[in-house]
């Protein structure tokens, strides 16, 4: 893979893969990992607390001297504590997501930062343009953890956002090979972030269940819950049961919430409960087969994304 264009050098990478900051996955480990491959690896603030961010942040500059980021949910009541700390320790690449960039673009611009607002259509999309964002992902439904209300697929999403929009877009959803690399580029994307294929590695600080979860999947294996109280996609099992019923029998946002609970994520994710837990994962989970160290997986997909690339010049 040779590929040059905005993306790379807005974040000062070699190759357009970005791994998304996933909580209770993207730590130091899977980061700087990530970074070392040539990709962007971004730590997961929305799982952590500020001694525990700055803690990762340390850790990520002892294990790879390459740019990696920070993912915040500006929903999250201490985001303004969580930038300060990036900035204290002079983190200049910011991945935003769930919330407005709006209120927080002067704090994180204040290094110099790059922000990169997560979208799940084009009207987000223009809004984080014109809140000063410098590029954006844009997630369709297919992926893993929190989705957008208006369930628009990658493919649906990235032509439409790469035509109403003047900054660079990257797509996620749906991506755990080469060929979904090459796709995404087809439809204009300059970059790819990529979840549940590095959730399932060696270096991702989930829990073995939950990764064996991952790999035993098929096509039909997630479910999007939740649709009331924000859109969530996670692997089945008995507690996406519960939800769903709830949900045909008209929960309420409250009741939602109270079955949501404080700690399900951490429960499936970190954990490993597999009935009574959350495990956020995409709809391409049925094509992941095994857990493996991160580069393999990253060195599998520029070999891949080659071997497409050349595929298509045979049918030009
Ligand atoms: C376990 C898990 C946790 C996630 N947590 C976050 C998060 O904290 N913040 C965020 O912006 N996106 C989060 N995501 C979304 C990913 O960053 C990424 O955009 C998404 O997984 C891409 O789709 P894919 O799963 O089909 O690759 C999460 C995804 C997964 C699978």
């Not at 930062?113 to 590029?135: E, F, M, R, W, Y």
């Not at 060929?179 to 995404?184: F, K, L, V």
Request: charged share 20%.
């Amino acid at each position: 893979m040779k590929i040059r264009n905005q993306i790379t050098q807005l974040l000062g990478i070699k190759y357009p893969i970005i791994q998304g900051g996933m909580s209770w996955v993207s730590y130091w480990e899977l980061v700087s990992k990530i970074s070392n491959c040539g990709g962007l690896g971004l730590l997961a603030a929305g799982s952590m607390k500020s001694e525990i961010l700055e803690e990762n942040i340390v850790k990520c500059r002892e294990n790879t001297s390459l740019p990696f980021g920070v993912n915040i949910p500006l929903l999250r009541g201490d985001a303004s504590e969580l930038i300060q700390v990036c900035l204290d320790c002079n983190v200049k690449i910011f991945f935003t997501a769930a919330g407005s960039p709006d209120k927080y673009i002067d704090l994180m611009k204040k290094n110099n930062s790059t922000v990169i607002h997560v979208v799940s259509s084009v009207k987000q999309g223009l809004k984080a343009q014109n809140a000063g964002c410098d590029a954006i992902v844009g997630e369709g439904v297919e992926a893993g953890g929190h989705n957008g209300k208006d369930e628009i697929t990658t493919f649906c999403l990235i032509p439409q956002l790469v035509d109403e929009l003047k900054i660079p877009v990257i797509a996620a959803g749906g991506i755990a090979d080469g060929r979904g690399i090459a796709a995404a580029m087809s439809l204009g994307a300059q970059g790819v972030q990529i979840g549940t294929l590095f959730a399932a590695t060696n270096e991702s600080i989930a829990h073995m269940n939950y990764k064996n979860a991952i790999c035993n999947s098929k096509d039909e294996s997630t479910i999007l819950t939740f649709k009331k109280i924000g859109m969530l996609r996670m692997l089945k099992n008995k507690l996406s049961e519960v939800i769903i019923q709830a949900e045909a029998e008209g929960a309420s946002k409250e009741e939602l919430l109270k079955i949501f609970g404080h700690k399900k994520e951490q429960a499936g994710i970190l954990n490993g409960d597999t009935e009574n837990g959350i495990m956020e994962a995409g709809q391409i989970s049925g094509m992941i087969k095994e857990i493996k160290p991160a580069e393999v997986v990253f060195k599998k997909l520029l070999t891949e994304f080659d071997e497409v690339i050349d595929k298509l010049q045979t049918i030009k």
